[in-house]
Structure formats: C-alpha cells, structure tokens
C-alpha cells in the first residue's frame, strides 16, 4: 500500500517559480522509484522527472535546466522545484511510485494529482 500527500500547486506569472511536494508513505521506500508525471488538458500523462533508487535522476527535455526533483528520505518527500515557468508547463502534476522489486514490481502508485497554472 502505497500513500501519498501532494501540495504546492498554484498559480504563477510567466517565469515564476512553484515547488511541489508530495510525502510517499510506504512500508519500505527503497523498493520504489519515485517520478512525477503531468497531464495538460486533452492531452496524455507525460513524464517530467525521475528519481531511480540509485538516486540518479532524468528528466523530460522540455524541463532540463528549469526543473529539479530532489528528496528528503528522512521526511519521505519527494519535491519538484520548478523555475522559469511557461505557459505549456501548465497541467496537473502527478506524484509517482513504481515497484522495482519483488511480486508486483512494476506497479505503479499515484497521488492525486496538484494543479499548476501559468499565465502569460
């Protein structure tokens, strides 16, 4: 079982910036790798930035140098800075978890989702 508690959505002008934050309650957080997705109107869930349990972390083309996700394992958190906002950033961002281990790896976990809109 796989919890999640998403924040930090909003609205920002152009080139602001916006940290997401969404809290991963599971009972070994080692076993998943840790993504955030977003989805704008009409169009599919896209990746944005990855956390593998290696701690490396890509991201979408349409994001390096603006994004940056990063976690907090003490607080089992992980965050979405993002800087320079453009309007096509605006979307639902999705928090992530896939199973890397074991009989569901594979799996995949979702929080509720957090708004962004960003005006021009």
């Known amino acids: 079982q796989v919890q999640f508690v998403e924040s930090g959505g909003g609205l920002v002008q152009a080139g602001g910036s916006l940290r997401l934050s969404c809290e991963i309650t599971t009972n070994n957080p080692s076993l998943y790798a840790k993504a955030w997705y977003r989805q704008a109107p009409g169009k599919q869930r896209e990746l944005v930035a990855v956390l593998d349990t290696g701690g490396r972390t890509n991201y979408a083309d349409s994001v390096k140098g603006r994004f940056t996700m990063s976690t907090d394992n003490a607080k089992n958190t992980v965050y979405l800075q993002m800087n320079s906002l453009k309007s096509e950033d605006t979307a639902v961002y999705y928090c992530?978890?896939?199973?890397?281990?074991?009989?569901?790896?594979?799996?995949?976990?979702w929080g509720q989702g957090t708004q962004v809109t960003v005006s021009s």
């Open positions: 992530n978890a896939e199973k890397i281990s074991g009989w569901d790896v594979g799996a995949l976990y």
